[in-house]
């Protein structure tokens, strides 16, 4: 069945509209989606490496697009949605605290969790919340995610044929690494 699943996302990261895809994918991520763009980025870039720039740069625009998104939505709408549901959870001072932190880290959070796969939309979002300088949050994102899918493109057109065939003989294997690192980052996440 996971073969079955990789063969398909080959497939499809040759179709002509892969890019919309991969665009879609890594706006969303970046401030609602649990799934990151790599998981559509790499099948596209190991199905075409001469494109790895040019996939690597539609998920670099994407991916700040969408944390941009993520930022208006701490911005504007955490009173609305966020606000509740931590008092609920007994977490507002807990998240007052937080805030004064963020702030004094806000540029090194966003590089960590542009960089790594620490889910980047919670960054997102708690640099509208705490008010990060728009400015700041911009220029540290498209530095975070272009060392991120920029780092990836090299490697997979530099190691593209080896890499591939390391993925295929191992696939097992790194699918239960990639569920071990979401799942890390949730949990992260949710004990931050």
């Not at 966020?82 to 806000?106: C, H, V, W, Y």
């Not at 919670?122 to 008010?131: K, Q």
């Amino acid at each position: 069945m996971l073969r079955a699943l990789y063969d398909r996302t080959i497939r499809l990261a040759e179709h002509p509209r892969a890019l919309w895809a991969l665009a879609a994918v890594a706006f969303a991520e970046s401030s609602v989606f649990p799934i990151p763009p790599d998981v559509v980025m790499i099948p596209m870039i190991l199905a075409r490496p001469s494109r790895a720039w040019l996939i690597a740069t539609v998920a670099l625009i994407a991916s700040v697009l969408g944390g941009m998104l993520g930022y208006a939505i701490g911005a504007f709408a955490y009173e609305e949605i966020g606000q509740p549901i931590l008092a609920a959870l007994g977490k507002t001072e807990a998240m007052a605290a937080f805030n004064s932190r963020f702030n004094d880290f806000g540029f090194w959070a966003v590089l960590t969790a542009g960089v790594t796969p620490f889910p980047y939309k919670v960054i997102t979002i708690m640099s509208g919340w705490s008010a990060m300088p728009l400015g700041t949050f911009i220029a540290t994102s498209i530095l975070a995610r272009a060392i991120r899918f920029l780092l990836v493109a090299a490697l997979l057109w530099k190691f593209g044929a080896p890499v591939r065939d390391f993925i295929e003989r191992r696939l097992g294997l790194l699918s239960i690494l990639f569920v071990l690192l979401l799942f890390g980052g949730f949990y992260l996440t949710r004990y931050l």
